[in-house]
């Protein structure tokens, strides 16, 4: 089993649609990352939380660290959303990322 | 600069070739780390640089693998007697000292025929 587990793999929604990627991790962990990769490959950092709710934009992430799971939500899905959306978890003194597989989102117009 | 840079961006070799690749971290970011990227596998952990200290090289896949940091800012990842299996993209990123958020770099991607 994963320490970061992701769903769905795979995910294809209508403009405007709003969107949830779920995360859960096994481990302790000092942080949760969500992490943006576009097509050809830049990873571009979305948040990073230790406790509670974050709001940047159309983008929301939450964690909840008793249940060890963590949720990033889209509201108003555009076309330009569509990316791949990576939960990483930090874990120990040197922070070094574990990585969830990943979620590949397609919005269509 | 502005942010992570890396180099190649691309990398084309020869099975059993060495390669060096390079990794210029933000300014003033003390931490830096190596990512893989292998096709249908995910990211994964290589080594990670803080400072002076010695480096954590837990996530290295074998002692063809090795990785040095001159004067706590240039990194160079370096595989030697290249795999096929070695084809990948190689990501590295930094971060501040003391904060969470690391930034990575665009990557090389690298091909062992």
Redesign the interface.
């Known amino acids: 089993k994963n320490e970061v587990e992701q769903s769905p793999q795979n995910l294809t929604a209508q403009e405007g649609e709003f969107i949830t990627i779920n995360c859960s991790y096994s481990v302790g962990i000092?942080?949760l990352?969500w992490?943006q990769q576009h097509p050809g490959?830049?990873?571009?950092?979305l948040f990073?939380l230790?406790s509670g709710k974050k709001k940047h934009g159309r983008l929301i992430a939450t964690i909840n660290i008793q249940e060890k799971h963590s949720s990033l939500h889209i509201t108003a899905s555009h076309p330009r959303d569509s990316a791949v959306y990576?939960c990483?978890v930090?874990i120990g003194s040197?922070?070094?990322?574990?990585?969830?597989?990943?979620t590949q989102l397609t919005v269509n117009p | 600069g502005a942010g992570v840079s890396q180099s190649p961006s691309n990398k084309v070799t020869e099975k059993g070739k060495d390669v060096e690749l390079r990794c210029d971290p933000i300014s003033g970011h003390t931490?830096l780390?190596w990512?893989r990227?292998s096709l249908g596998q995910?990211?994964?952990?290589l080594i990670?640089f803080?400072g002076n200290s010695a480096p954590?090289k837990s996530?290295l896949p074998s002692d063809r693998f090795s990785a040095e940091r001159t004067g706590g800012s240039v990194s160079t990842l370096t595989i030697q007697r290249t795999q096929q299996e070695d084809s990948a993209?190689y990501?590295c990123?930094s971060?501040r000292q003391g904060i969470?958020?690391?930034?990575?770099g665009?990557?090389t991607?690298l091909l062992v025929l």
């Not at chain 2, 995910?42 to 952990?45: A, D, I, S, T, V």
């Open positions: 000092s942080a990352h992490l490959g830049g990873i571009v950092s990073m230790s990576i990483a930090s040197s922070s070094r990322l574990t990585f969830g597989e990943g | 931490a780390y990512y990227q995910g990211l994964e952990f990670y803080q954590d996530g993209v990501l990123a971060r969470e958020t690391q930034y990575f665009p990557g991607r």
